[in-house]
């Protein structure tokens, strides 16, 4: 056998400032959101079991917050205790052989790990640059973009089990993974994500590319391999004209990104779609197709309207707050569009969203 040399890598825990505040508005990038009754970061994983296994002790419920990208959270707020997840740091070993294994904290920003990656020449996170949130909620709906989902490279997630009242890890094959879904979303607030480790090739090539505009603009074919740094830059590119990448500055990112998951139907119901409608192979029988899509043959036009809720300039899917927007206004305009796709398709959209406290 031959020798492998492997190379230690850590990054130290950066200490959080406590961003303590009870408003859940300032806490979402959909800029939402009522009071919470107590609000409280946990730093390390023992302090989630403490702080989350004494609230679950005394029957309080428990919001178990993130970044708050993917969160609509009701104008009443969140009766019980909110606990921010920052457990930062990152350790693992780099091998010729094993490639880059590493734990990265929960509470790390999802998109300044991608950047540390491909700066690392760890290859396959370069397409889901600048999807905003924490690394910990990653799992939680597989993230995915451009072709490319977290689980792609995810080895296994460790979880603070608040049934069980223990930590548990899941091997990566023991998450079910599946289109925007994961054990973690289908079994809600059960477990509380405090790492994940992800293992990635060595290399300054990205991941084969599986969507056609990407490869397009990278200039390989579908399927081929480019610079893993451009492919970050050009995604991040593609994302910006979408308003898919956070910005203070720029309402059409006040959004939790794509309110709807792409729906996945049988080959029947497709067939009674028109002729343009996007579908994409999702397994026996099963097609895939867009919301977006299906919003715009609805007659939505991007930018259009509601009181203080609107959906995106530049992109159907996402809803957002036009400034100052209640979590009702954003409710009433996400109805609006889910009743008129049924009504005009025969299609129920369903949220990618995670509703707090209010109901569609
Ligand atoms: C502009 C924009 C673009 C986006 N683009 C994409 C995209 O391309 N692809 C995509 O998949 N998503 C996208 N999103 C959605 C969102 O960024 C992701 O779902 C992200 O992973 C959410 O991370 P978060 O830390 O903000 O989670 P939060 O919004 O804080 O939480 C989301 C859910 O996960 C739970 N959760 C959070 N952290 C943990 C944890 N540590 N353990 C257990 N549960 C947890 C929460 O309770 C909640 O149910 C986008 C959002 C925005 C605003």
Redo the contacts with the bound molecule.
């Keep these: 056998m031959s020798e492998c040399a492997v190379q230690r890598v850590s990054k130290a825990p950066v200490p959080v400032p406590s961003p303590y505040s009870v408003l859940l508005a300032d806490h979402t990038?959909l800029r939402v959101g009522g009071p919470a009754s107590r609000f409280v970061v946990a730093r390390t994983p023992d302090e989630v079991a403490r702080l989350v296994g004494e609230a679950d002790d005394a029957g309080i419920p428990v919001?178990?917050?993130?970044?708050?990208?993917?969160?609509l959270v009701c104008d009443d707020g969140f009766d019980g205790l909110v606990v921010r997840?920052a457990i930062t740091g990152l350790d693992g070993n780099v091998s010729d052989c094993g490639g880059a294994v590493v734990n990265v904290g929960?509470g790390e920003v999802?998109d300044d790990f991608v950047a540390h990656a491909v700066e690392q020449g760890w290859s396959g996170a370069e397409a889901l640059s600048g999807?905003?949130?924490?690394v910990?909620?990653?799992p939680?709906?597989n993230?995915?973009?451009y072709g490319a989902e977290v689980a792609d490279h995810i080895y296994s997630v460790r979880t603070w089990d608040r049934q069980a009242r223990a930590f548990r890890t899941f091997a990566a094959a023991d998450c079910e993974f599946s289109y925007?879904n994961s054990i973690?979303k289908r079994t809600p607030g059960r477990?509380?994500?405090v790492e994940v480790s992800f293992q990635f090739p060595l290399g300054s090539l990205s991941a084969p590319i599986r969507y056609a505009e990407l490869a397009g603009r990278v200039g390989v074919a579908v399927g081929g391999r480019a610079d893993a740094a451009l492919v970050r830059s050009t995604v991040l590119t593609i994302r910006a004209g979408k308003g898919?990448?956070?910005d203070a500055a720029d309402p059409d990112?006040w959004?939790?990104?794509?309110f709807f998951t792409n729906p996945i139907v049988t080959e029947e119901v497709a067939a009674t779609l028109p002729d343009d409608a996007p579908r994409f192979p999702a397994g026996e029988g099963m097609v895939k197709t867009s919301a977006a899509w299906l919003i715009q043959h609805s007659g939505f036009e991007k930018g259009y309207a509601r009181e203080r809720a609107g959906l995106s300039t530049k992109h159907v899917l996402a809803l957002t707050n036009r400034g100052g927007a209640s979590a009702e206004e954003i409710v009433a305009l996400a109805r609006e569009v889910r009743d008129r796709v049924a009504e005009r398709t025969g299609i129920e959209l369903v949220p990618e969203v995670?509703l707090i406290g209010c109901q569609l």
């Design positions: 990038t919001l178990i917050l993130g970044g708050g990208s993917n969160m997840v929960a999802w999807i905003p949130g924490s910990g909620a990653t939680i709906q993230v995915g973009a925007r973690f477990y509380v994500v898919m990448v956070l990112t959004s939790a990104g794509s995670n």
